[in-house]
């Protein structure tokens, strides 16, 4: 099954409204086997693209998750990457800033965690909270003593900063897929109460989770300007519906194959001279 995934991807330019955009979809599968049986058909193709991915060591990919709280990134990391060799893939979770990170611009800790030619790397979580948390609580911004924090350009300004970044990283090999899960408000306070109500997922609420929910319009706000501040044609944003988590998964996998064999990765051929050398060697070691 092919899914389209054009109908969830941001233009570039495009003003986004996030009230227009669904966060549960029509199932794309009719039942669990038949989602369970997708999803190890893309995990096996991402496995073997990854592979030549690794080896043709000219491209890096860079996939990065942002949400709100329960919206499931971390199931989608873990199901979605589970048959990717560790070894060509990083997974970073950028949490508060330390004091080194503070002293340095609000890219410079992404910067360090880029994916290596021939690498993924996932962000959960980004650069971005710069322009959604810190836009949200704005007195996060006095720790950061930036020199425009009082402008009323600052947002402008960083968004300008992300969109050159990317820029500069598309134009040296490496390709950013953006997903935005998308979930209602409703469906988080659902999936806070099981992982109040479950105590092997006590851990994963925090009462912070809850005071959070109180700035719910205003991280719409802010994700709406980011959305349609930052999504381009080479580096695009894809709002996930994510109140399905099955949905989202399969999505998720569909945009990342797509774009992996979009790059049409190869291993690297073998001279004559060097096929030559392989055989006598080989000969070699029969005889061994």
């Not at 990391?77 to 330390?98: A, L, R, Y």
């Not at 190869?266 to 050398?277: D, G, N």
């Amino acid at each position: 099954m092919k899914i389209k995934t054009n109908r969830f991807c941001v233009a570039e330019s495009c003003k986004v409204k996030l009230d227009d955009w669904p966060t549960r979809i029509k199932p794309l599968c009719a039942t669990k086997e038949r989602y369970q049986q997708i999803l190890r058909e893309h995990i096996e193709r991402l496995t073997k693209l990854q592979r030549a991915f690794y080896a043709d060591n000219r491209f890096s990919l860079l996939v990065i998750f942002q949400a709100m709280d329960a919206a499931g990134k971390d199931g989608a990391i873990q199901h979605v990457m589970s048959g990717v060799n560790p070894q060509g893939c990083q997974v970073f979770s950028f949490k508060h800033p330390s004091a080194v990170e503070l002293a340095h611009d609000f890219l410079w800790r992404s910067a360090r965690a880029l994916p290596e030619r021939g690498h993924i790397g996932i962000f959960n979580r980004s650069y971005y909270e710069e322009v959604l948390i810190v836009r949200v609580h704005k007195n996060i911004l006095q720790g950061e003593n930036v020199p425009d924090a009082k402008s009323d350009k600052l947002w402008k300004h960083r968004y300008q900063s992300i969109c050159n970044f990317e820029r500069h990283l598309h134009r040296n090999g490496t390709h950013i897929i953006k997903f935005f899960l998308h979930i209602s408000k409703e469906e988080q306070r659902e999936r806070f109460l099981k992982r109040i109500d479950n105590p092997e997922k006590n851990w994963k609420f925090s009462p912070d989770d809850l005071k959070e929910r109180a700035y719910w319009k205003d991280y719409m706000g802010a994700y709406q300007e980011c959305l349609s501040a930052t999504s381009s044609d080479d580096c695009p944003w894809y709002i996930v519906p994510a109140d399905d988590k099955p949905d989202a998964r399969l999505i998720i996998s569909q945009v990342i194959l797509d774009t992996m064999e979009s790059l049409k990765p190869q291993y690297p051929t073998v001279s004559a001279a060097r096929r030559k050398e392989l055989l006598t060697i080989r000969k070699e070691l029969e005889k061994r």
